[in-house]
Structure formats: structure tokens, C-alpha cells
T-cell receptor, first 119, second 111 residues
Framework: GAVVSQHPSWVICKSGTSVKIECRSL??????MFWYRQFPKQSLMLMAT?????????EQGVEKDKFLINHASLTLSTLTVTSAHPEDSSFYIC???????????????FGPGTRLTVT | DQQVKQNSPSLSVQEGRISILNCDYT??????FLWYKKYPAEGPTFLIS?????DKNEDGRFTVFLNKSAKHLSLHIVPSQPGDSAVYFC??????????FGKGTHLIIQP
């Protein structure tokens, strides 16, 4: 299989606080994980590419100091939304690509998403 | 500038018939194309993909066709089933890059 989990599935936080979202590949190793954001009735937009053991690369318009990404191991990447504001409220989805061993491919497998609401 | 376009926001198909979802792209550097199925408040589920060196890939009821010269791909689902009702996203990338998604097509399968 290729299962990706995210935690938490939903979170409500107050403006100005920070929130950490975890993304785990449960049954495969992923040297590369991706973070996407989806606003209501919009498409998924790539925010950043998370590489194990190195700095994340961010898409144009995404503030790296606001969205901190850490890819600490081959199965875990975290996204921390710092000093969250209501406009950061969105559906955050991670994906992982099986990059080594049997079945290495370009398909990305997505987590179930995290609904962030900033009040 | 939308590099991946799905021009039909919704599509209604009768159960048992063929569903055809279309996707156009503008970036000729894309070399890999994927289709995902998504329900509200859930992550996308991978359906099928195709490399730019191929023009067809089939997996069960799902077939993806790629026309590179027209920068167009389509997903065929046959026969369509009620459980196929969902939003379908077309996505593309180059090499190991992150995906660029279209806006999605809401497929409704009518009994």
C-alpha cells in the first residue's frame, strides 16, 4: 500500500498562535513530501516541497518564515503555521512520493488533509 | 496563469454509460500527468497516471488518453457507477516536482 496520514485532522486556533501539522508515510519511505493548500471551491495549490535532510523549497508567494517545514525523517514532515491569522484558514494537504526501493515512482499519495480554522 | 485547465466544472452521466473528463495544459515541460478523485474534506485519491511518452494507459474501468500535440488529456470511466460521483482533478508535473492541479470537475452519476 501507500498510506499517508496527517495529524490533526482539524484544528481551531486563536489568531497569533502557531499550529503544527504532521504528515507521515506509514508504509513506505518518502525522501520528498509536498504541502498543498486548498481554499473552498478552489484547486489544490502547491506550497512547498519538503526534502528529507535539507531545506524545503517554497513556491512563489509562500512565506517561508510563516510556513515552517521540517522533514526530520524518511517518513515524517511537519508544517508549522506561525502567528496564524484568519486568512490562513484553509485545508492543508500533504503528499508523499515513494522515492526508494520497490515501487519507486512519480505518483504522489495524499494524506486526508487538515482543516485549519483561525479565529 | 493556469497551466492545467479543466473547463467543465461539472458533468452529469447516466449510470452504466461512459464518463469522459477533459483536461488541457499549457506547459510543454510537463512530462507526467495524473488523475485524482476527491471527496469534500478528504485528501485526493490517486486513480491513474500517464507518462508523456505514452498516449494511453488503462487500469480497469479507467483509461487516460494523452494527445501531446494538442496538450490535451482525458479520463474515460466505463461503465460509470454511482460510487464514481466525486470531484476529479487533473494534475501534471515535470520530473520530481510538485503537482500543478486543475480546478476539478464534479462528476455526478445518475441512476
Amino acid at each position: 500500500g501507500a498510506v499517508v496520514s496527517q495529524h490533526p485532522s482539524w484544528v481551531i486556533c486563536k489568531s497569533g498562535t502557531s499550529v503544527k501539522i504532521e504528515c507521515r508515510s506509514l508504509d513506505f519511505q518518502a525522501t520528498t513530501m509536498f504541502w498543498y493548500r486548498q481554499f473552498p471551491k478552489q484547486s489544490l495549490m502547491l506550497m512547498a516541497t519538503s526534502n528529507e535532510g535539507s531545506k524545503a523549497t517554497y513556491e512563489q508567494g509562500v512565506e517561508k518564515d510563516k510556513f515552517l517545514i521540517n522533514h526530520a525523517s524518511l517518513t515524517l514532515s511537519t508544517l508549522t503555521v506561525t502567528s496564524a491569522h484568519p486568512e490562513d484558514s484553509s485545508f492543508y494537504i500533504c503528499s508523499a512520493r515513494r522515492t526508494s526501493g520497490t515501487g519507486a515512482s512519480y505518483e504522489q499519495y495524499f494524506g486526508p488533509g487538515t482543516r485549519l480554522t483561525v479565529t | 496563469d493556469q497551466q492545467v485547465k479543466q473547463n467543465s466544472p461539472s458533468l452529469s452521466v447516466q449510470e452504466g454509460r461512459i464518463s469522459i473528463l477533459n483536461c488541457d495544459y499549457t506547459n510543454s515541460m510537463f512530462d507526467y500527468f495524473l488523475w485524482y478523485k476527491k471527496y469534500p474534506a478528504e485528501g485526493p485519491t490517486f486513480l491513474i497516471s500517464i507518462s508523456s511518452i505514452k498516449d494511453k494507459n488503462e487500469d480497469g474501468r479507467f483509461t487516460v488518453f494523452l494527445n501531446k500535440s494538442a496538450k490535451h488529456l482525458s479520463l474515460h470511466i466505463v461503465p460509470s457507477q454511482p460510487g464514481d460521483s466525486a470531484v476529479y482533478f487533473c494534475a501534471a508535473n515535470r520530473g520530481a516536482d510538485g503537482l500543478t492541479f486543475g480546478k476539478g470537475t464534479h462528476l455526478i452519476i445518475q441512476p
